[in-house]
Structures are given as C-alpha cells and as structure tokens.
C-alpha cells in the first residue's frame, strides 16, 4: 500500500450531511451551529478511519457547495445582488437546475485570511490514524463559473492582471494552508472535464473565450497556483462533469484535454470520473507520464446499488493496459454530497461503497 497520497483506496471529499446537521444548519447559527457541525465531523472522521481509509476530510459539512463557499471569501469577489448563474443537469427523470447568485469580480483579487483554515485545524487535531486532507475549487472555477462577463473591465482592463492576481492568491492560500500542516491538498476543478464536452465548449465559445484552448490556460494558471507550494505536500486535482443531487451536466472521454493535462498539470494525482459511458474509455491514460498517480472513480456516488469487485477489478485491468498497474489507485466516481441536499442514496449504502473500495484495493494491491 502507498504511504503517501494519494492512497490505494481514497475518496473524493464531501459525504452525506447527517439528518441531525441539516436539522442544526436550519435552526441554529454561530457557536451553536458549529458545535453541531463540530460532532458530525467527529463522528465521521472515525467512521473514515474504522474502514481503513488512509486519508480522511471533514465531509465538507461545514459547506453548502463544494466551490462557491470557499470563491465567495476570496477578496474582490462577490455575489452579485441581483443575478443567478443557472446550471442544468439530468438524470434518468429529467433535468434540473443549479442557481446560484452569480459571482462578480468586483475588485483586485486577494487572499484576506487563509480560507478554510480553522475548518482544517479542527479535521488535522480530530484525525488519529488518516492523513487529513482538504479540498478546494481550483482557480479555474473563479472563471469557468462566470466568464469575461463576470470581470469588471475597470478593474482588469488587462484579462493577464486577472489571472495574476487569481493565482497569487490561490499561491498564497497553498502556502499559509500549508503552514498549518496540510500535507494532502486536492485542487477540486468540474471545467478540465467539461471541456470534453462539445456542448460546453460551444457555450463558452459563445461567451467570448477560446473554448478549444481554455483548458491550456486553466493549466497554466493552476501550475502557477502550485509552483510555491511546501515541500512535503502531496497536490491532486479531481475532475468530474457534475454532480447535483445525483445528476450531471456534461458528456465526453478525456481525448479533448488529456495530452496538456497530463502532461503539463503539475500535480501528484488525478482523480477522474470513470463510472459509466459518459467518461469515455481508457485510451487518454497513455498520455500519463511515469511517476504521476491516477485515482480511478469506478464506484459510482450517484446510486446506492453497490458495485461489485469483479467488476472493479476487470476495469482496473482494462485502465492497466494504458498505464502501470501501480500508478493507478480506486475512489468513488465523485463527491457524495457536492452541496448540502446531497445524492440519492443513504448513508450506510455511502460507507458501503468506501468499504468496498478498502477491500478492493487491498486485493488488487496488497
């Protein structure tokens, strides 16, 4: 088994809020909410360990999204008072919609205070035996969620002063979570696979960007984002094409984006979506350079119905044929609760398929 993340068996961060938080988020507030949310953390960060999971997160629990809680904080960017963003999804029923307030960058953009950083000190003090890991949006979100039309011109006039300032900041956060202990930090990023999607390239093509380029520049600015970080911290990035109460917004493999990403992205491991048709199939891990690990999210979040491990393992060796057997690791296909309402499954049928993975893992990988 690996000793460094990410791990043989690993998941992607949120979990399903226990009825009892969702119960405290709509009555209480300050202390009291937190004391709450402090209870649920611990009782999920053992749950964690008892699996024999290697890394543990807080669950997000203290989030209502996955993304938007941690871009609202950084400074020079708001809500806009007046304007939802609307995202759609589909399921097997139908679609529905995501809206929330629209971001406006409505200033220079900086870090004011490291973001998350008591959220993380509490999971690093609670854990005993998993190394504590913590997810964030990464800079391509900032952009990806609102486009050049989100940007107030008098303030950038110049789109590379933008980015400058989104990476600083971003550097900035790595560096400061970093001198809080955090050794395991996961760069959460939905645009690098939506990209793949023809769909989600023409709407962005017709906003005004580059869409059959954008993923260069998202690498560009991510790798500056990271090009300080601590000595000792272990970076993944986890990409999937959406995950809303159980539902998804985009379609398409890897092809689109895979040479640059895995090629020129400078982090330790990729967790990738690879739980059914929509993710395409193995062919773009050729493109994986020795030394770098990918986590594959064969084990779906979406449903209860739990996968079985002669399935996983007969997948694992199909993915093995494009890359070494020992750069590759398991996961769930996403997070189980990307926003507070959380996917259509329960809780015991969530730490089932975590402990299906444990299990998996250890027989492929000893």
Known sequence: MRTSPPFRADHVGSLLRPSALLRARDGLSGEALREAEDEAIREVVRRQQDIGLQSATDGEFRRASWHMDFIYRLGGIGQAADERITVRFHNERGDIAFTPAALRVHDRIRLTEPIFADDFMFLRDTVTTAVPKLTIPSPSMVHYRGGPAAIDPKVYPDVEEFWRDLSSAYAEQVRRIGALGCTYLQFDDTSLAYLND???????????????????????????????????????????????????????????????LFGELKVDGFFLEYDDERSGGFEPLRFVPPGKMVVLGLVTTKRGELESKDTLKRRIDEAAKFIDLDQLCLSPQCGFSSTVEGNELTADEQFAKLRLIVETAREVWG
Request: glycine share 10%.
């Open 198 to 260: 023809p769909a989600q390239r023409a709407e962005l093509a017709s906003r005004g960007d580059d869409a059959d380029h954008m993923h260069l520049r998202y690498i560009k600015q991510i790798n500056a984002a990271l090009a300080g970080r601590p000595a000792g911290m272990a970076v993944t990035t986890h990409m999937c094409r959406g995950n809303f109460r159980s539902s998804w917004a985009a379609s398409g493999g890897y092809d689109h984006v895979a040479e640059a």
